[in-house]
Each structure stands twice: as C-alpha cells, then as structure tokens.
C-alpha cells in the first residue's frame, strides 16, 4: 500500500463535470489499494475574482481580509470533491488548512509553510478516508487564515507529500508532461520521460509554467518524487527526480534537456555611472530593499569620461516600483540617463549535460548570430545560460536552439 497524493488544478476542478472526472480518477487509485490525499485549486478564474472583489472594496485592503476571501475558492473545490467522492462510494472528508493545521509565517497573500501536523491525516488515511485539501492556504499563530502566493496550491501539494512520507506527488494540469519546448512553438517538441530536481527548477524559474519554482525547490530539498500528467487523458507522464534515478547515458546523451522562454522581463540602462568602488551596490541596493528581483546584470566598457553604463532585468510587473526608485536614487547613484524596454524576451538553454562538455554557450551565441538575433544581455548558472533578445525573435530563437541541440522529435507532437 502506497501513499499518493494528488493534486489538481483549476482547469481539472473547472466546474460538477470536470470534479465527477477528477473523483474517477482518485477512486482509481483507492481501488489499487493506495491511501490518497487530493490537494485541489479552485475553479479556474475563480481565485481571480475574488482578487477583484477585495480591489473593488478597497485598493489598501487588509491583507489578512483578503486571504480570508481567496482562500474560499480552494474551500470551495473541497467540499465539492469530498461530496462527489462519496457519492460514488468512496469514503472521504475535506480538510482545511487550519483544521491540520498547516503552520505558516504570517506573510498575508505570500505566507510560507512551516510545518504540517499529520497526526489527524494520517489516522484518517489509516481508517480508509480519502483526504481532501484544499491547496494555497494555511493558518499562522493567533488562527489567522494565510494563502501562498498565486499557484500555492503545488507547493502545498509537495508540502503534503513531504510531511506524510508519500511515494510521489502527481501534479495534474492541462498539459500531458514536461516537454522540451513550448510544443505550440516547437511542434516536434519532445516530451521527457524524467527530469531532474535541478533541470526542472531551472525551467521553471525561467519561463516554463508546467510547475511553480517554489513547489520544485520544496521537491528536491525534500526528495518528493513529482509526477506531472494530464487530467484529461491517460497518458504516462513525467518524472521530477534526483539525479540518481536518471542513468548518466540518458543524462549526458543530450546537452541541453529542455529550451525556456520568458517575454516577462524589462530591461534598464542607467548610463554614465560613475566609475568607482560602491556604485553599483547603489543601484541594487535600493532595489533589494524595495523587493525588486533583479536578474541579468551588464556592466559596460567605461567611458572616457570616468563613467559606465550598467544594464540590467526586472520583472516587467516591477518596472514602475523600479523607476521610482532609481528615480529618488539618482543623485546618490550619479547616473545621467535611466532608459527602459519592454519589448525583450529571455531565452534560456538548460540541462545537466553542461557541467561535463565545452561549447554549449558558444553554440547558442553562434546560432543565434547566424540567424541575426543581436544579445542584449548574458546570464548563467551551473547548468543554464539565459540571453536577453528582442521580442519579436523570440519564437524564431526558440525553434532554431530545439534543432541545433538536437532536441526535435522525428514526429510533430501536436
């Protein structure tokens, strides 16, 4: 007897119908001798207008009012699948986030999980009870409803998971797996049977939506195994592991695992910096304290004059916050100029492969050269490089990486 926890998305709870689907399939695996725990989001678009009730009350909500509000929707989701459950004879019950309870911080509308109670559960597992939770929310000391962050609901899935001891975690959305590509981009785009921890978390930090950064960090620091596959189709999916259930053939037979795309991004130039020891700590630190993520930093050649450009990305939906910053900092700072562009896209190469062979950067800035895609900025890790393009490119850099890396399946896949 195994213990699988299931979660499932907003599109796989989108309405009595889809949940009659998504109760079939849990009673699938209670009929296969598993214990299961569901975690479920709400309807699709219903956490959305929620969040426009609150802003339709009040533009300086509450915080904690507002995860009292959001929060409903999973409570929604619950109730429904822990009815439809027993209609089909299945025994089961919903279970809150503050009925466990899952001890969060008390960061309203961004809490983080501190730890799960799992006596409760467990004993309701052991009586052949189907627990069904409702994911993105918890509650923090004093009882105060608390949500994770918009897509909490996968890492209060892998959260269950770590807590209880599950065999694996089964993410299902709308897609069948982790592709190497977009496949709407790349039609001979390949799905992976396994990737690992660091890959996954590398994709998804740069443009890949399959699974929320914070759910494959909590995943590989927790060793839960992570499945994700189709809620509307049977077909196998892919595997989320340690590099030691992935064979160092299957692991170094590709350079590159997969191909990331991300037209989120801003980029800013300050220009004629002033040259010296402690000025760049005075551009990003104003923007750290503000919480403003910054990623691709380029610091020019320095002019004649005593002074530097300095380049760099933020979240476009940080690009106001970000301008008035180096706004009100710009005597201490001593830039001249502070120009900004939205129309740009991060492309992103990832896979394990780069730690052991030379020159897969260098295909990459090739590649993209032969095809006249100018870089406009440069960033790296261990096993990624990422590039700053011009949007407008940004699918036809996508398509011609996939084939120079050998990524394109004989087949089209969609």
């Given at each position: 007897?195994?213990?699988?926890v299931?979660?499932?998305?907003?599109?796989?709870?989108?309405?009595?119908?889809?949940?009659?689907s998504?109760a079939?399939?849990?009673?699938?695996?209670?009929?296969?001798?598993?214990q299961?725990?569901?975690?479920?989001s709400?309807?699709?678009?219903?956490?959305?207008?929620?969040?426009?009730?609150?802003?339709?009350?009040?533009?300086?909500?509450?915080?904690?009012?507002?995860?009292?509000?959001?929060?409903?929707?999973?409570?929604?989701?619950?109730?429904?699948?822990?009815?439809?459950?027993?209609?089909?004879?299945?025994?089961?019950?919903?279970?809150?986030?503050?009925?466990?309870?899952?001890?969060?911080?008390?960061?309203?509308?961004?809490?983080?999980?501190?730890?799960?109670?799992?006596?409760?559960?467990?004993?309701?597992?052991?009586?052949?009870?189907?627990?069904?939770?409702?994911?993105?929310?918890?509650?923090?000391?004093g009882?105060?409803?608390?949500?994770?962050?918009?897509?909490?609901?996968?890492?209060?899935?892998?959260?269950?998971?770590?807590?209880?001891?599950?065999?694996?975690?089964?993410?299902?959305?709308?897609?069948?797996?982790?592709?190497t590509?977009?496949?709407?981009?790349v039609?001979?785009a390949?799905?992976?049977?396994?990737?690992?921890?660091?890959?996954?978390?590398?994709?998804?930090?740069?443009?890949?939506?399959v699974?929320?950064?914070r759910?494959?960090?909590?995943?590989?620091?927790?060793?839960?195994?992570?499945?994700?596959?189709?809620?509307?189709?049977d077909?196998?999916?892919?595997?989320?592991?340690?590099?030691?259930?992935?064979?160092?053939?299957?692991?170094?037979?590709?350079?590159?695992?997969?191909?990331?795309?991300?037209?989120?991004?801003?980029?800013?130039?300050?220009?004629?910096?002033?040259?010296?020891?402690?000025?760049?700590?005075?551009i990003?630190a104003?923007?750290?304290?503000?919480?403003?993520?910054?990623?691709?930093?380029?610091q020019?050649?320095?002019?004649?004059?005593?002074?530097?450009?300095?380049?760099?990305?933020?979240?476009?939906?940080?690009?106001?916050?970000?301008?008035?910053?180096?706004?009100?900092?710009?005597?201490?700072?001593?830039?001249?100029?502070?120009?900004?562009?939205?129309?740009?896209?991060?492309?992103?190469?990832?896979?394990?492969?780069m730690r052991?062979?030379?020159?897969?950067?260098?295909?990459?800035f090739?590649?993209l050269?032969e095809r006249?895609?100018?870089?406009?900025?440069?960033?790296?890790?261990?096993?990624?490089?990422?590039?700053?393009?011009?949007?407008?490119y940004?699918?036809l850099?996508?398509?011609?990486?996939?084939?120079?890396?050998?990524?394109?399946?004989?087949?089209?896949t969609?």
């Amino acid at each position: 007897m195994a213990r699988i926890v299931m979660k499932f998305g907003g599109t796989s709870m989108a309405g009595i119908e889809r949940i009659r689907s998504v109760a079939e399939r849990v009673k699938r695996e209670v009929d296969a001798g598993n214990q299961v725990m569901v975690v479920v989001s709400a309807m699709a678009g219903e956490t959305d207008r929620l969040v426009g009730f609150c802003r339709e009350a009040s533009t300086l909500y509450d915080p904690r009012e507002y995860d009292v509000v959001v929060s409903a929707g999973e409570q929604i989701t619950s109730g429904l699948l822990a009815i439809t459950l027993q209609a089909i004879g299945v025994p089961a019950r919903s279970w809150l986030g503050w009925q466990l309870p899952i001890q969060t911080s008390d960061k309203h509308g961004k809490a983080q999980i501190d730890a799960i109670d799992t006596d409760a559960l467990a004993a309701s597992l052991d009586g052949g009870s189907v627990a069904v939770i409702p994911g993105f929310q918890g509650v923090a000391d004093g009882a105060r409803v608390t949500t994770l962050g918009r897509g909490g609901s996968d890492t209060s899935a892998v959260a269950v998971a770590a807590a209880i001891k599950a065999e694996r975690c089964d993410i299902y959305t709308d897609v069948d797996g982790v592709y190497t590509t977009d496949p709407r981009i790349v039609p001979r785009a390949r799905k992976l049977q396994k990737v690992t921890y660091e890959e996954m978390l590398e994709l998804a930090s740069v443009g890949a939506k399959v699974l929320q950064t914070r759910s494959v960090s909590l995943a590989m620091k927790e060793k839960v195994r992570v499945q994700v596959l189709s809620s509307f189709d049977d077909k196998p999916g892919t595997m989320i592991v340690g590099d030691d259930e992935i064979e160092d053939t299957t692991m170094e037979s590709h350079l590159i695992t997969g191909i990331a795309y991300a037209k989120n991004e801003a980029k800013i130039t300050l220009t004629q910096v002033p040259d010296r020891p402690g000025a760049v700590a005075s551009i990003f630190a104003p923007l750290a304290d503000a919480a403003i993520n910054v990623d691709m930093i380029i610091q020019n050649i320095a002019h004649s004059t005593g002074s530097t450009d300095v380049t760099f990305t933020v979240p476009s939906a940080d690009l106001a916050r970000s301008l008035d910053v180096l706004e009100k900092a710009q005597e201490a700072i001593g830039y001249k100029d502070l120009v900004h562009d939205t129309k740009v896209a991060k492309i992103s190469i990832v896979g394990v492969g780069m730690r052991t062979n030379a020159g897969v950067a260098s295909t990459m800035f090739k590649v993209l050269g032969e095809r006249g895609i100018n870089i406009q900025a440069i960033a790296t890790s261990e096993i990624k490089v990422s590039v700053l393009i011009e949007e407008d490119y940004t699918e036809l850099a996508v398509r011609v990486l996939h084939t120079a890396y050998g990524l394109d399946a004989e087949e089209e896949t969609v």
